[in-house]
């Protein structure tokens, strides 16, 4: 089956300082990933699709500058949380399509975000 | 825009019982497609069963199968036989077919399934 993993998976930072979780297709080639956030016993809230090549197309709401997506490769999409504060604090998901698959999404684990 | 509404915050089950998850959605489209995620404690987004709108038939994935209600836009998911390893939470999610949605989900609010031994 098709892998997605993110790297940390885990991180905590003092706030002010900026973090970047990285999000990368193992097995296959992505032309589409998203990214999520999730706080504790909700849903997930979309909050950005990020195309190779092109630049990201954030969800309403969301802070493009402060939510930095580079996605370099057909394998590799970073998000980085620029000058972070406590209220960012959460789960932050990654998933990715790739060019068969049906288009399904396939999930990372996921990166647990604490802003000190 | 889409909306999905799960009603049921939670639900339980005893082990080895049937369960049924409820799940209804909003949209003007014909075509789309239906999903239920599974997000046990590690918090990993897993696939249970997924169901494309133009297809009558209920999809079914071993112990797990769907009603599916287009005319009433309800998905909802059954569980069978239910296990200790089911414990967790079930979104409902829905993705356009058409090229221009990009293939976003649209999830629900989820339902916390507690299974008792």
């Known amino acids: 089956g098709a892998v997605v993993s993110q790297h940390p998976s885990w991180v905590i930072c003092k706030s002010g300082t900026s973090v970047k979780i990285e999000c990368r297709s193992l097995?296959?080639?992505?032309?589409?990933m998203f990214w999520y956030r999730q706080f504790p016993k909700q849903s997930l809230m979309l909050m950005a699709t990020s195309n190779e090549g092109s630049k990201a197309t954030y969800e309403q709401g969301v802070e493009k500058d402060k939510f930095l997506i580079n996605h370099a490769s057909l394998t590799l999409s970073t998000l980085t949380v620029t000058s972070a504060h406590p209220e960012d604090s959460s789960f932050y998901i990654c998933?990715?399509?790739?060019?068969?698959?049906?288009?399904?999404?396939?999930f990372g684990p996921g990166t647990r975000l604490t802003v000190l | 825009a889409q909306t999905v509404t799960q009603s049921q915050p939670e639900m339980s089950v005893q082990e080895a019982e049937t369960v049924t998850l409820s799940c209804t959605y909003d949209?003007?489209?014909?075509?789309?497609?239906l999903f239920w995620y599974k997000q046990p404690p590690s918090r990993q987004m897993i696939l249970v069963i997924r169901?494309?709108?133009?297809?009558?038939q209920n999809a079914t994935e071993n112990r797990f199968s769907v009603n599916f209600q287009k005319a009433a836009k309800s998905f909802s998911l059954k569980i069978s036989d239910s296990q200790l390893g089911d414990a967790a939470m079930y979104f409902c999610a829905y993705r356009s077919a058409g090229v221009a949605a990009g293939n976003k989900l649209t999830f629900g609010g989820g339902t916390r399934v507690l299974v008792k031994p």
């Open positions: 169901q494309e709108a133009y297809k009558q």
């Open positions: 097995d296959f080639q992505a032309t589409t």
């Open positions: 949209t003007s489209e014909s075509d789309y497609y």
């Open positions: 998933s990715a399509v790739g060019m068969s698959w049906d288009n399904e999404q396939f």
